[in-house]
């Protein structure tokens, strides 16, 4: 799981007594996460990483997760390696699960524009300032992922949470660079 956080998305996987594996930004937050996830008798490796930097070896993962990290990445160029970089992790017949900020999403709307792609987060929480890559309708994640991933399925799930609008494009791959 790319920026898994504090592995809730590692939880399902492990009660299958799959092998676990997490990618956090900050090795403080991995070393949390590692203790948390050791807490409750879960068996999982958390490294410090980014989108583009995965420690681990090539053709490592049968399934690479990555739950609204890629749009961290700042331009077309880091969005290209980050995608890249997923490949080089997952196993030949390997599947990404992706999902990011979709064009109807609050965080979205209230961006201001940068560029092509490239948004700052303006209004909304703690990211205030920070650059994005934003992806603004599913022909545009599909033309990215095509570059790289084979079998591409798409989709998009719009949310209400309270009076938030959240809005996430999403995609299952498998990796065809092997």
């Known amino acids: 799981d790319v920026g898994c956080g504090y592995g809730n ?3 399902p996987f492990a009660r299958e007594k799959c092998a676990c594996y997490g990618v956090e ?4 937050i991995a070393e949390k996460t590692q203790s948390i996830l050791n807490s409750f008798g879960i068996d999982a490796a958390i490294k410090e990483g980014r989108n583009s930097s995965i420690p681990f070896e090539a053709d490592f993962f049968d399934l690479c997760i990555s739950l609204n990290a890629l749009h961290y990445e700042k331009n077309e160029e ?12 997952l196993k030949p017949d390997g599947a990404l699960y992706l999902s990011t900020v979709g064009p109807g999403h609050d965080i979205y709307k209230k961006a201001k524009v940068m560029g092509s792609h490239q948004f700052q987060i303006q209004d909304y929480d703690f990211r ?3 650059q994005y890559f934003y992806f603004s309708d599913l022909k545009y994640l599909e033309y990215y992922l095509k570059q790289f991933f084979a079998d591409i399925e798409l989709g998009q799930v719009t949310e209400k949470l309270m009076t938030f609008d959240l809005d996430f494009l999403i995609a299952v791959c498998r990796n065809k660079l092997n």
Do not use: P, S
Request: proline content about 0%; hydrophobic content about 35%; overall charge negative.
């Open 128 to 130: 205030d300032g920070e």
């Open 9 to 11: 998305n590692l939880l």
């Open 78 to 89: 880091q969005i290209m390696n980050a995608l890249k970089e997923y490949c080089r992790v």
């Open 25 to 28: 930004v900050t090795g403080e």
